[in-house]
Nanobody, 122 residues
Framework: QVQLVESGGGLVQPGGSLRLSCAASGSIFSIYVMGWYRQAPGKQRELVAATNIGGGSTRYADSVKGRFTISRDNAKNTVYLQMNSLKPEDTAVYYC???????????????WGKGTLVTVSS
């Protein structure tokens, strides 16, 4: 069983910062990609940032470039999202995502955390 556990959400004022963490645990053979998605009320889930575990490449949504930074600790199977200069439109439930395999002979698939709420409001 694979679990992704997020932490670090909360209420912050506009212009403030938060750091999200996501730790993957369980029967993991190999992790390929870890990232963050978000879903605001009435909107579809969207990619925020993702990082390739092996090569280290990253990608960001245009709306967060220059403000958010994704990083990882491969030894801990953990990914972080540093969010600076937060705006009210960043308010959403943030979900951790991992593309991983649980055995050498099995293909990879997506796993999701339960989400952590980020509210940006004065």
């Amino acid at each position: 069983q694979v679990q992704l556990v997020e932490s670090g959400g909360g209420l912050v004022q506009p212009g403030g910062s938060l750091r999200l963490s996501c730790a993957a645990s369980g029967s993991i053979f190999s992790i390929y990609v870890m990232g963050w998605y978000r879903q605001a009320p009435g909107k579809q889930r969207e990619l925020v940032a993702a990082t390739n575990i092996g090569g280290g490449s990253t990608r960001y949504a245009d709306s967060v470039k220059g403000r958010f930074t994704i990083s990882r600790d491969n030894a801990k199977n953990t990914v972080y999202l540093q969010m600076n200069s937060l705006k009210p439109e960043d308010t959403a439930v943030y979900y951790c995502n991992a593309v991983l395999s649980v055995a050498p002979a099995m293909g990879s698939r997506d796993y999701w955390g339960k989400g952590t709420l980020v509210t940006v409001s004065s």
